[in-house]
T-cell receptor
Framework: ETGVTQSPTHLIKTRGQQVTLRCSSQSGHNTVSWYQQALGQGPQFIFQ???????GRGNFPPRFSGLQFPNYSSELNVNALELDDSALYLC??????????FGPGTRLTVL | SQQGEEDPQALSIQEGENATMNCSYKTSINNLQWYRQNSGRGLVHLILIRSNEREKHSGRLRVTLDTSKKSSSLLITASRAADTASYFC???????????FGQGTRLTINP
């Protein structure tokens, strides 16, 4: 167990809809990162939050946005869903020693 | 584009044999991490090796790092059926705690 939880486990949406994914990090881990993993690929960095501020972003459009809350929980929001957004979404919290602990992921299917 | 490239993409061996996976990367790093993923679920952290380290051990795992060749290897000794999974290397080339992953090696252990 990594101490990182995500919800929901699975989600089905249609094109154009909006989705919110949630993550609860380990207590004391101030950094949370989100990754997108398409089928058969390695995870790709979406963005990172540190103490509730965005702290770096990968090559993802602005319709991918996030929030981090003081209670070590965070959200990933995706607007105007596209078919290519279908993927496993992973969040990870980082220990002070740089190790990143991943949650079990949310499988998003866009129809 | 992804930083790391794992080799081979797929590996199938008999239970009890050793499995070696390699990872190459392109830019300077501070650390490199190896993860395991079962059936498209969350990533399990295996080991972190820093740029000033050459080798680390954890149980049946041995990781080496050659920064001059920008490469790392993961050796699993005395493999078990439960080791069947995808293995990913990830570097901090994207910045502190912003991991850049390869496409992974799919390891199958045959009983």
């Amino acid at each position: 167990e990594t101490g990182v939880t995500q919800s929901p486990t699975h989600l089905i949406k249609t094109r154009g809809q909006q989705v919110t994914l949630r993550c609860s990090s380990q207590s004391g881990h101030n950094t949370v990162s989100w990754y997108q993993q398409a089928l058969g690929q390695g995870p790709q960095f979406i963005f990172q939050y540190y103490r509730e501020e965005e702290n770096g972003r990968g090559n993802f459009p602005p319709r991918f946005s996030g929030l981090q809350f003081p209670n070590y929980s965070s959200e990933l929001n995706v607007n105007a869903l596209e078919l290519d957004d279908s993927a496993l979404y992973l969040c990870a919290s980082a220990s002070p020693e740089d190790t990143q602990y991943f949650g079990p992921g949310t499988r998003l299917t866009v129809l | 584009s992804q930083q790391g490239e794992e080799d081979p993409q797929a590996l199938s061996i008999q239970e009890g044999e050793n499995a070696t996976m390699n990872c190459s990367y392109k830019t300077s790093i501070n650390n490199l991490q190896w993860y395991r993923q079962n059936s498209g679920r969350g990533l399990v952290h295996l080991i972190l090796i820093r740029s000033n380290e050459r080798e680390k051990h954890s149980g049946r795992l041995r990781v080496t790092l050659d920064t001059s060749k920008k490469s790392s290897s993961l050796l699993i000794t005395a493999s078990r059926a439960a080791d069947t999974a995808s293995y990913f290397c990830a570097t901090d080339a994207g910045g502190a705690q912003k991991l850049v992953f390869g496409q992974g090696t799919r390891l199958t252990i045959n009983p």
